[in-house]
């Protein structure tokens, strides 16, 4: 397949042997102590006069000082999960925020409010949760914590209050937007090599989405053929003494390769699909981190301008200046960290992905 030749740059190098592709990428866990343990489950309908919803049951158990009570239970909707990432972007504008589900489901291959629907989101949600929760900054937003302790008429209220300094400083980001223009001319390197980086990426976790769809719904058209040819054989070994056994045998035979490739597309669906969609996600979300750093620089070059051309007012100008300076550095230092964080996370993700499609694609074969 000529498309899978596209994305081999963005592939690891993997022997082919099959002991050597299983065995190529295990990763253990470092030794960390957790004290934030997030579950996700038990999801209920609701039906009201105007709309349908879906709630999840939200545990938290935790050993950390600032919470008052080591154990909760709340139930939340997507709504409230959009408010908490909306939240957390505007309280960290260069931080690197968890995609949540908007677009993990496959379009045409699951019903809205379905079983499969519905667990596919509970465990997106169950993922952004517990991201957040390993995130040594994003860990102690106190939007966080309330999202995970308070109950439903409690986080309502939360929600009515104003907006904070931080989520204020967050908004002040985005407004500068309408008024940075053009490239950022004092622009680290290295950020230059992020956005070059991400737009490559961004090609490559794109093509991957589509050949993974294409793949699937190439083996759900196969599966659904497939379904029919045993009861045929069935039925015409009825009809055919002669050769009644073999036609039976056929029969069974197709019924195994059915169950055997039912598992394989479970696997895609459960394990390869959310991810490559979890980082198409992610590069909106990186791409739009890269544009406010350049957003708080290009502040802070318009003010430098503006100082060189002003003969009054320098003191105030240099007091402003500072405190841009102070901004940007900020800004710098929490990307660099989130960016290392995040590309190592992606590339165990990718691995231990393909590595598990490898290893489906061999017991498939197997069977």
Known sequence: DTSLAEVNSFSPSVPISPSSMINQYKFEDGPELRDLFITVDDPESHITAIETFITYRVVTKTTRGEFDSSEYEVRRRYQDFLWLKSKLEEAHPTLIIPPLPEKFIMRGMVERFSDEFIETRRKALHKFLNRIADHPTLTFNEDFKIFLTAQAWELSSHKKQGPGLLSRMGQTVRAVASSVRGAVKNRPEMFTEMNNYMETFSQKINLLDKIAHRIYKEEREYFNEMKEYGPIHTLWSASEEDIAESLKGIAGCIDRCCRATERRMAGLSEHLLPVLHEY??????????????????????????????????????????????????????????????WKQNMQWDMRSTFTNVAENNLRYYEE
């Open 280 to 341: 198409v996600l992610y590069t909106e979300i990186l791409m739009g981190v890269l544009k406010r750093r350049d957003q708080i620089q290009g502040e802070l070059d318009s003010k430098v301008d503006a100082l060189a051309n002003k003969k009054t007012e320098k003191d105030l100008f240099s007091e402003e200046i500072g405190k841009l300076e102070d901004k940007v550095e900020r800004a710098n230092n929490a990307l660099k960290a989130d960016w290392d964080r």
